[in-house]
């Protein structure tokens, strides 16, 4: 089976190229920083240079695939007019040239964003309510790839992602620095998902997996404190900082002029501190069994200290010259 894979060489999409390559496939991977390809270096991929903006360059790119695994956008939770141009009109122009083509399906990589704050555990038939100009788009997105599924034929699957969590993820590249500042509430639940876990659910969605709108998390929401006092309990060396919510907006709004003039993707936004505090947990077993899968990592109490083991950075350093070695070494 020829697969597309697009945001290939971003956090998730690398572990989904990694895991189609282990499974004996040679994806095609869509590549709009030519040297970001250095990070498939080792693996057997077919790269093909591409952008979402441009429609051209798309269809040269899923001509001849069976499947699309679409994970590319700007994937910030910036206004809604800074993400439409990729998160919507760079998904329809796939996803129509994909039709085109004559392959037979696309997963979208959506996410639990398309929410709002949600009470209760979040299943199939919860209504959307995007609280973020992210989560909007995201929506159009899924509407307008269901529309195109319609009148085509081509089987669309969108992903509600939760959090998403592995070694080469923002927060954990962060681990080491041993601080990290929390933008708000510490008590909301939310679902995660290990990236491996992740990674299985989409290339067995392409695969044949069923169509429409699904949400998907491991067996157990958490709250943030429970999440970051699991990396404790592996790393003591970690600790982190609530930065109340209201001074946490305070800080993004004075920083988004100089964000603007930069021109440059933030992950530290006004939208970003709303999603923090969001409850969005995941009523567990959903999608999972129409996939025929189980997770790997039910829990972040598998799956955390799974992602340390990952982290470990095979580089000699002396204890003594090593600032991060504690009493115990």
């Known amino acids: 089976m020829s697969i597309l894979v697009t945001g290939a060489t971003g956090f998730i999409g690398l ?3 990694r895991l189609l390559a282990q499974e004996g496939d040679r994806p095609r991977v869509l590549v709009r920083r030519p040297a970001r390809g250095l990070l498939f270096r080792g693996l057997d991929v077919e790269p093909v240079h591409g952008d979402l903006r441009s429609p051209e360059s798309l ?3 899923v001509t001849g695939v069976d499947a699309v695994i679409h994970l590319a956008a700007r994937a910030t939770f910036e206004e809604y007019r800074l993400l439409r141009s990729t998160i919507v009109d760079g998904s329809l122009s796939l996803a129509q040239a994909a039709a085109t083509a004559g392959a037979r399906a696309l997963v979208f990589g959506s996410s639990l964003f398309v929410h709002g704050d949600s009470p209760g555990l979040i299943d199939t038939d919860t209504p959307t309510d995007p609280q973020l100009g992210y989560g ?8 307008g790839l269901a529309r195109i599924g319609r009148e085509t034929g081509l089987r669309v699957t969108s992903i509600r992602l939760p959090h998403v969590y592995g070694a080469r993820d923002l927060f954990f590249s962060r681990v080491p620095r041993g601080r990290l500042i929390v933008p708000g509430r510490r008590d909301n639940l939310f679902a995660h998902l290990h990236v491996h876990d992740a990674a299985r659910v989409l290339v ?3 695969r044949g997996g069923p169509a429409g709108a ?3 998390a ?7 404190t429970e999440f970051f006092d699991t990396v404790r309990t592996y790393d003591p060396a970690f600790r982190y900082v609530r930065l109340p919510a209201a001074a946490a907006r305070l800080g993004a709004a004075l920083l988004r002029p100089l964000q603007r003039l930069s021109g440059q993707p933030t992950i530290m936004t006004a939208g970003s501190v709303v999603g923090w505090n969001l409850n969005l947990a995941v009523r567990p077993g959903v999608l999972w069994s129409d996939l025929g899968l189980s ?9 955390i200290p799974a992602v340390l083991d990952d982290c470990v950075a095979f580089r000699w350093l002396h204890p003594l010259e090593d600032r991060r070695s504690g009493p115990a070494g």
């Open 218 to 224: 491991d067996h157990r929401a958490t709250t943030w």
């Open 204 to 206: 067995a969605a392409a």
């Open 295 to 303: 997770p790997r990592y039910p829990t972040i109490a598998q799956g």
């Open 59 to 61: 269809v040269r790119a």
């Open 136 to 143: 909007r788009a995201k929506v159009e997105a899924e509407e």
């Open 15 to 17: 572990e989904v190229v």
């Open 214 to 216: 699904w949400p998907v």
